[in-house]
């Protein structure tokens, strides 16, 4: 028999990525079960436990793990009943992943602003925005709450108004796992909430995201869409619409290795903050993102502002001198309300002189902030950093 090689990929050692993967030392053992038991499709038992541990962490009734983030996104929609021409309210500033399902569904999302404490969604402006669109008698069907960079939004002001109003939230909490609100887990306190385990995420499954909830109906609901809608029948009989949405075995299985090492990702992502804040508290013009005295972030990226008061550094020119020494650092994300595909809807400032979102896109940067970055590594950022505040300032 011929011996069949296997393809070889080479890794540029020296490159300091944002967030790179980080696997622990039983993932390996995991996937190996999967493969021992020929558990590779379709679907399989380590999904289930995958599920039951995801949903313990959270402490929710239940879980279902799939392909994506944006498909639990899209599935949350759908289980609420968000159909054409239903208005959504959602964080502007995001990832474009919390907005794009909202016109999966021919829906119409309204885009709220950030508050400065926290940098989510501004009880203001989702006031502001309700009180306008109860008077045009449209109220609309879901408010998807994003928490940004690993931490939770002040979620109390913001569910009192949704409840007010008797409209559902969808959490989504894709980069806030791990993180807690008043001593709760994020992701649990809309109607559904959403985890991803995309390989930026800080665990991972390669591509993977799960929803959870405490009404099992619905995530029964969000199952049954996930797997083609069958009906139950040897012959495929179909009355729904549904979608290939979940996770397989191989990746659950990833993901159980992944969740034994959580807390641990936490507290390293956690001390990568730590490192960059001491070395950096003496430079004049930077601030770090806060972290709300209501909670624990994981940090899951280190972000911060550059005052324009102190300095005419743009974050562009850091994050291009970072990049000429292979560093890799990110803009805040680009609030949804700027993006050329959503900037005709409608959108809510913070206040009516101030957008919040406008000012940390112009002004603020993520670091490199993996679990695994070490320590010589960060010290070449912080390096660099330094050099260019005392260079250009
Ligand atoms: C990553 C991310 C998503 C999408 O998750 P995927 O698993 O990549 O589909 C959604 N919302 C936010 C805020 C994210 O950061």
Redesign the pocket.
Known sequence: MKERGRILVTKNYSRIHLSPPHLGSNERHYVEEAFSTNWIAPVGPLIQTFEKEISRYAGTAGAVALQ????A?HLALQVLDVGQRDIVFCSTL??V??ANPIIYQGAIPVFIDSEPDSWNMSPAALQRAFGHFEHKGHLPKAVII?NLYGQSADMDPLLAICNKYGVPVIE?A??SLGATYKGKASGTFGKLG?F???G??IITTS???ALVSDDCELLDRARFLATQARDPAVHYEHRHMGYNYRLSNVLAAIGVGQLEVLEERIQARRMVFDRYLKALSSVQGIEFMPEAPYGRSTRWLTALTVNISWTSLKPMQIIESLAEIDIESRPVWKPMHLQPLYKDYDYYPHSIDESVSDRLFASGLCLPSGSSLSEEDQLRVIDRLNSIFNRLS
Request: hydrophobic content about 35%; aromatic content about 10%.
């Open positions: 994506s983030g944006t498909a996104l995001t990832f992943a919390s994003v989504d894709a980069e959403v991803s385990f995309n930026n995420k591509g993977g995201g």
